[in-house]
């Protein structure tokens, strides 16, 4: 029929709003590993967020170890720099666990706060991640993008008084102690 038009089911209108991710996380977290862990972190799961939060950028969940980034900054416009330093901060909170202090979960230690600033572009993407959490994101000049290129508790075995994913021996902790020392 000449005068029918095609109409779109709520189906095919869901689907349309689902992008294809301008990111590979599994990419960013090969260049994160190689560069600032050696390669000698493991791969958690990763995933983008179901829903866009306004500031919680990345969270890493110890129990399921699942390292989840914002899908928000799933766009082609967000710098490449910004989510390597989103995932970088949530490995590191892999790789150093976080202890309990009156009974309190402390993730952001100062040695995590030194070793997160030993990120190549600390500042930069703070201040990106900063200004898109108050939605007036800068445009990085010159910088390459996805456009321009192809509190529930926790299990008991989990409150120790400091709790790390690795054990002492496998490297990754000794080498993350080394780079603080020569810092």
């Known amino acids: 029929d000449l005068h029918s038009f095609p109409t779109r089911r709520s189906s ?3 689907s349309l709003k689902k992008a294809a991710p301008a990111f590979n996380l599994d990419e960013i977290f090969v260049r994160v590993s190689q560069t600032y862990f050696g390669g000698k972190i493991a791969r958690p799961k990763l995933a983008w967020s179901a829903r866009g939060a306004k500031y919680t950028m990345g969270k890493y969940n110890y129990t399921t170890d ?14 490449e720099y910004v989510l390597e330093f ?13 202890s309990v202090v009156n ?11 030194k070793l997160e600033k030993a990120f190549a572009r600390y500042r930069e993407a703070s201040d990106f991640l900063e200004a898109f959490a108050r939605k007036s994101v800068p445009r990085p000049s010159g910088e390459k993008n996805a456009a321009s290129r192809n509190a529930s508790e ?6 120790s008084a400091s709790r790390s994913p690795f054990r002492r021996g ?5 080498w993350l102690f080394d780079l603080i020392e020569n810092m």
Do not use: C, W
């Open 154 to 159: 926790r299990p008991a075995q989990l409150k």
């Open 170 to 174: 496998n490297g990754l902790l000794e």
């Open 66 to 79: 699942t390292l989840t980034i914002n899908r928000r900054l799933n766009r082609a416009d967000t710098p």
């Open 86 to 98: 989103v995932m970088y901060h949530e490995l590191l909170h892999k790789a150093l666990g976080y």
């Open 103 to 113: 009974n309190r979960r402390r993730v952001h230690s100062p040695q995590f706060r």
């Open 12 to 14: 095919d209108l869901h």
